[in-house]
């Protein structure tokens, strides 16, 4: 479970509006740190960072306008996997999500 405390701390990000939009954005950068480290999550550290990206779409209006007081999606050099770095195009509808598990490989 190394990844459980950092799953945390993004899934209280996620609905943090209070924050200053600058410390808001480290919650972009700790969910693309989750991302590269997704392959070793166990099932039940992938199902928390999934109900939480769920928190944040549901959001999704909100957190963009929350960011854009300081950050412009726009320039946003990431890639389309990472879509909380394109925030701006979920909440128009551009870029849709798709939320799920997905089987690991096994080693034989």
């Known amino acids: 479970m ?3 405390k950092d ?3 993004y899934g209280e990000d996620v609905t943090d509006f209070e924050v200053s939009p600058f410390e808001t954005i480290d919650m ?3 969910r693309s740190r989750l991302y590269k480290g997704s392959s070793n999550m166990t099932q039940q550290e992938r199902i928390l960072l999934m109900k939480y990206d769920l ?3 549901e959001n999704v209006e909100r957190m963009v306008e929350h960011l854009g007081k300081v950050y412009d999606f726009s320039l946003s050099a990431e890639p ?3 879509w909380w770095w394109h925030l701006n195009k979920v909440a128009s509808g551009e870029l849709e ?3 799920g598990l997905k089987q690991k490989d096994k080693v034989l």
């Open 80 to 82: 389309l996997e990472e």
């Open 2 to 4: 190394e990844f459980l």
């Open 97 to 99: 999500i798709g939320i």
């Open 28 to 30: 972009l950068h700790r």
């Open 7 to 9: 799953i945390e701390y």
């Open 55 to 57: 928190k944040l779409l």
